[in-house]
């Protein structure tokens, strides 16, 4: 009886168990270290802290594993911007799930890779069933949806634009709003594409009549793209009524809901997303609102049948007689060659939690961007810019210039207290915070209002 294979090295329980355990060590002392969201000083002195406790990237003589894990480990929490922590709440940036994080350190020892069957068994098997999944949430009256993974926003647009192109040919015209992802404008340059005609969004959102009036005037094949959640402001685009004007003027829609999509776990939000399934193409972000550890995106399409335009050949990997014996077929599932698993941590987190439990994740933090800005609208030192729609405040010094605004917000980062992003809207900058943490609480966002009132310079003394 032959004996069992040894399990990859990076799988044996022993040494895996006892390093992770050093790595876990090292990420709480550093984050002890830091002490906040964001370690102070500034560029040049974490610069000059991780040379000093790097020295040589290629020693003559390797420190060995537990000394270099460690301390690049410490070294990265001491030096992080950490999405768990309350007061980070500039990006898109999530605290990963801890089982999300566990399912891909799975992914990672086992290092499947998604190219071929014989290299992914269960893994490409499980991507079928959960893509396919995902696809019928977002296009349910569809007769075939379908879904593939990629690594975020970016690449599903650009993907889509990719589909559209082929569906067309080169004079297919992008329409974005101007509220749109910079994502667009640089795939359309990739692809060889027309610039994108963007249509003007005073109020922040695709305002449907002017951009019907854009698309009557449009010749050859066209592809709007709408958003659900911009990244300035969490908007949604009036969907519905977007679909009709490209119903009317035979142009093809594509939603980037990279940020709002996951609304669809919400039954008490999801209504905001009325029309997503009228789009022919959707982006998707379960980094985002899904609490995924970067990265695990997705671009969903109505009709499988547009997948073809991605079919391609590499013998090694899909021989047309491997393919026709029956084992699956992966290029064509993605631009890239090599890529992770990174479905198994969005399976792990789906069955584990549900919908409900998802929902209650999205509604938790719809609710605190609601309670920051009630406080925002409390205090007389501060300006809101509006209600928020999903997790998006805008809010700034009350009467502060741009420069101010500007300062404001550096100078939180380099004294290393708060995490703000920044945003143009109406010709003026606005602090950003973007709710993504489902623990934060409300005497956190009392303790944010506090340090950004606080940080306001103060105007000089008057001269005698």
Known sequence: MRAAPPPPLAAQPTPLSRLLGIALDALRTGAEERGGPLPAGGPEAVTARVRA????????????????????????????????HPLCAAHLHTPPLALAAA????????????????????????????????????????????ALVTTGG????????????????????????????????????????????????????????????????????????????????????????????????????????????????SDAHRHLLDGLDRAR????????????????????VREAADLAALAHTADYLNAGDDTEAGLPDLLGRSLRTTRRPDVLKAAVTLR???RTGLGALVDLCLERARDLADLVEKSPELELRDRPVLTTVLFRPAGADDAAVAGVRR????????????????????????????HTTLD????LVTLVETARPTAPAARP
Not at 56 to 83: I, M, N
């Open 411 to 438: 100078r939180l980062l380099a004294d290393g207290r708060a995490v703000l992003g920044r945003a143009r809207a109406d010709g003026r900058l606005w602090l950003k915070a973007t709710l993504l943490n489902p």
């Open 103 to 146: 399912a891909d350190l799975a992914a990672a020892a086992l290092n499947p890779s998604m190219d071929s069957w014989d290299q992914a068994p269960a893994a490409s098997a499980l991507e079928a069933e959960v893509t396919a999944a995902l696809a019928a949430e977002v296009h349910p009256t569809a007769d075939r949806p379908d």
């Open 154 to 265: 970016t690449e599903s647009n650009q993907l889509a634009l990719l589909l559209a192109r082929e569906r067309h040919g080169p004079r297919l015209t992008t329409v974005t709003g101007a509220n749109a992802h910079h994502s667009f404008r640089r795939a359309a340059w990739l692809l060889g594409l027309p610039e994108p005609v963007a249509v003007p969004t005073p109020r922040g959102l695709l305002d449907p009549d002017a951009t019907a009036r854009v698309l009557a005037g449009l010749d050859g094949p066209v592809l709007l793209a709408a958003t659900a959640g911009t990244t300035d402001e969490g908007l949604i685009d009036p969907l519905p009524a977007l679909a009709d004007a490209c119903a009317a003027h035979g142009a093809d829609l594509h939603v980037d809901a990279a940020y709002g999509g996951p609304l669809l776990f």
């Open 281 to 300: 193409t959707v982006t998707l972000d379960l980094h985002k609102l899904g609490w995924q550890p970067v990265a695990a995106g997705l671009l969903t």
């Open 352 to 354: 584990a939690l549900g």
């Open 444 to 447: 956190d966002l009392a303790r």
């Open 53 to 84: 406790a790097l020295g040589e990237v290629l020693p003559g003589t390797g420190t060995g594993p537990d000394e270099a894990l460690r301390t690049l480990v410490h070294l990265v929490a001491a030096g992080a911007a950490d999405p768990a």
